[in-house]
Structures are given as structure tokens and as C-alpha cells.
Antibody, heavy 119, light 108 residues
Framework: QVQLQESGPGLVKPSETLSLTCTVS????????WSWIRQPAGKGLEWIGR???????NYNPSLKSRVTMSVDTSKNQFSLKLSSVTAADTAVYYC?????????????WGQGTLVTVSS | QSVLTQPPSASGTPGQRVTISCSGS????????VYWYQQLPGTAPKLLIY???QRPSGVPDRFSGSKSGTSASLAISGLRSEDEADYYC?????????FGGGTKLTVL
């Protein structure tokens, strides 16, 4: 059973770059789309973007200028970088797999990691 | 402002049937699959419905999804206390993911 685990600093200073990694276990990272989603406290879900294992990406237009995603198939990991962060980027960040059987539905999800932007 | 529109709240008593609506446009719901996610308090979202009306293994058949034109609905029959959660609809829109704002379901 595929499991995802987010990791990275829980505290990032304003104007710096947020960096997170999602490690995939129990299955191969290859031949799937992998998404990042975030959720500010008490608010809804926001799709950040996705990456295919070839490196092809799609980003949310509202974040596109600050987002970079990458994938390392040798480590079964994919990563998110969000630059020039502000307090508005404080949120729980989730990674998820876009399934073939689910026709694009996101399953499974990681447990999420809280990133706080503060000096 | 979410791309997909959901009511912020819904409620029902145990055993009742409740529905949650999701409205979009021709570029998302109108031309792509709809998905529903359930988020129990303090946990990550979980896929509840995919391809408009399909349930992943383990999801009770009390949950059902439907789609018509640019709108979709999630129905929960035989409401149970453990169904109290946030529910999100989602779709793809020209290779971009879009979510509804979420509906908080309260079981009275």
C-alpha cells in the first residue's frame, strides 16, 4: 500500500524559501502525477501544483511565479519550493498521488506538515 | 474565492439523507470528472468519490455522487455521527486542480 510522508522545516522566515519533500513508500513514484495541496488553518484546500515523473509540471496560476517542483525517482521523492514567503503562506501542506484507477482523483494523501512563516 | 461553489454548511439528524451541491463551469465540471473528499477533524482529506460517482474500496455505499452539466452533488444516506466532517468537491480545469470551498457537515 502506497504511503506518502511530507518532511521539511516547520518554521520559515518571511521572504525566504519554503522547501518540502514528499517521500513515497510502498510503491514506485514512476508513471504518476504527484500534487501538492495546502490548507491554512480553518480554511479550505488550495491546489498548488503537480509534477509528472518525467518532470513535466502544472502550477496554480496564483502561485506560479514562486513555485518550483522537482522529482527524484532514484529516491522515490518529489519536492516543493515556494519562494518569497509571507505569513499568508502559513498552512498545512499535503502531498498526494493522482491515481490512474481514480481517473485523476488524489489518493492517497500524506498526513500533512504544518509550515509557519514567522520571524 | 474558490473556483467551485459549495454551501459552507449542511446538517442532518442520524438516519437522514443529506446532499451537498457543487457548482462549476464548462471548463471544469462540465468537461471533466468530479471528485469528493472527506476531511475528518484533524486529519488529511480522503478520496470519497471519483469519476463523478465511483467509490474507492472501503467507502460505504451510503455515499453517492452524481453530476449533471456543470454541477455535481454528493449524497449521504443513513447519516451517522461519524460522517461529521468537511467535504470538498474538486475537478481538473485545463490541467489545473480546482477545489470547492468546502462544506461543513454537522450531524445533529
Amino acid at each position: 500500500q502506497v504511503q506518502l510522508q511530507e518532511s521539511g522545516p516547520g518554521l520559515v522566515k518571511p521572504s525566504e524559501t519554503l522547501s518540502l519533500t514528499c517521500t513515497v513508500s510502498g510503491g514506485s513514484i514512476s508513471s504518476y502525477y504527484w500534487s501538492w495541496i495546502r490548507q491554512p488553518a480553518g480554511k479550505g484546500l488550495e491546489w498548488i501544483g503537480r509534477i509528472y515523473t518525467s518532470g513535466s509540471t502544472n502550477y496554480n496560476p496564483s502561485l506560479k511565479s514562486r513555485v518550483t517542483m522537482s522529482v527524484d525517482t532514484s529516491k522515490n521523492q518529489f519536492s516543493l519550493k515556494l519562494s518569497s514567503v509571507t505569513a499568508a503562506d502559513t498552512a498545512v501542506y499535503y502531498c498526494a498521488r493522482e491515481g490512474m484507477v481514480t481517473g485523476g482523483g488524489l489518493d492517497p494523501w500524506g498526513q500533512g506538515t504544518l509550515v509557519t512563516v514567522s520571524s | 474565492q474558490s473556483v467551485l461553489t459549495q454551501p459552507p454548511s449542511a446538517s442532518g439528524t442520524p438516519g437522514q439523507r443529506v446532499t451537498i451541491s457543487c457548482s462549476g463551469s464548462s471548463s471544469n465540471i462540465g468537461s471533466n470528472y468530479v471528485y469528493w473528499y472527506q476531511q475528518l477533524p484533524g486529519t488529511a482529506p480522503k478520496l470519497l468519490i471519483y469519476r463523478n460517482n465511483q467509490r474507492p474500496s472501503g467507502v460505504p455505499d451510503r455515499f453517492s455522487g452524481s453530476k449533471s452539466g456543470t454541477s455535481a452533488s454528493l449524497a449521504i444516506s443513513g447519516l451517522r455521527s461519524e460522517d461529521e466532517a468537511d467535504y470538498y468537491c474538486a475537478a481538473w480545469d485545463d490541467s489545473l486542480g480546482v477545489f470547492g470551498g468546502g462544506t461543513k457537515l454537522t450531524v445533529l
